[in-house]
């Protein structure tokens, strides 16, 4: 039986040795490119919108965009539930430890993506109450720019943020915490 394709995709050269393989009746891979494709497609972000950006993150989930498509369209209220955190919005002095606590709480692995030029960079708002960027309170894994940026936009990080789990080479994830002031993450095992 032949697979069918969407018109305008194009196929890889990975895709053809899958195509082979289930032709065949046999697929084998290793756990950790299993475990790795289930987290790529099984995202459950935590709903933490913060300001005008968290309008344009309910639209991608809405009909129009459907993050279900990639396995996102269970937006969770608990953070104890969720893998993925999309800090969408300008992120107060004052909600920093609250973001920090809900990142605290979800289990691992678990990403971060910031969206929109207020929670990348202080947006245009260089005063002293908001946070000139999330990446010092939580380690961001993809940042989508933009004010607000589109709902395409976000699927685009997403998309880039499901690369890089793909990518990723072990079975568990390497702990890693930011300092306070640093914006870069440190991997608990590299520390001197």
């Given at each position: 039986?032949?697979?069918q394709?969407?018109?305008?995709?194009q196929?890889g050269?990975?895709?053809?040795e899958?195509?082979?393989e289930?032709?065949?009746g046999v697929?084998?891979t290793?756990?950790?490119?299993?475990?790795a494709w289930?987290?790529k497609?099984?995202?459950w972000?935590?709903?933490?919108?913060?300001?005008?950006c968290?309008i344009?993150?309910m639209?991608?989930?809405?009909?129009?965009?459907?993050?279900?498509?990639?396995?996102?369209?269970i937006f969770?209220?608990?953070?104890?539930?969720?893998d993925?955190?999309i800090?969408a919005?300008?992120?107060?002095q004052?909600?920093?430890?609250?973001?920090r606590r809900?990142?605290d709480?979800?289990?691992e692995?678990?990403?971060?993506?910031?969206?929109?030029s207020?929670s990348?960079?202080?947006?245009?708002?260089?005063?002293?109450?908001?946070?000139?960027?999330?990446?010092?309170v939580?380690p961001?894994?993809?940042y989508?720019?933009?004010c607000?940026p589109?709902?395409?936009?976000?699927?685009?990080?997403l998309?880039r943020l499901?690369?890089?789990?793909?990518?990723?080479?072990?079975?568990?994830?390497?702990?890693?915490?930011?300092p306070?002031?640093?914006?870069?993450?440190?991997?608990i095992?590299?520390r001197a």
């Open positions: 039986m032949p697979v394709r969407l018109p305008g995709v196929v050269h990975s895709d053809t899958v195509e082979e289930v032709h065949r697929l084998l290793t756990v950790g490119k299993a475990v289930a987290r497609n099984s995202m972000p935590v709903t933490f919108g913060l300001a005008c968290a344009e993150m639209a991608a989930g809405a009909g129009n965009y459907d993050l279900a498509r990639w396995g996102m369209e969770r209220a608990s953070p104890r539930q969720a993925l955190m800090v919005g300008r992120l107060s004052k909600m920093a430890p609250v973001l809900l990142y709480q979800m289990p692995p678990k990403w971060v993506i910031s969206m929109g207020c990348n960079a202080g947006g245009p708002f260089p005063t002293y109450s908001v946070l000139q960027g999330v990446d010092k939580v961001v894994d993809v989508v720019s933009g607000p589109r709902p395409e936009a976000l699927l685009y990080g998309m499901q690369d890089k789990i793909r990518k990723e080479g072990t079975v568990l994830r390497k702990e890693r915490v930011t306070l002031g640093a914006s870069e993450p440190i991997i095992g590299d």
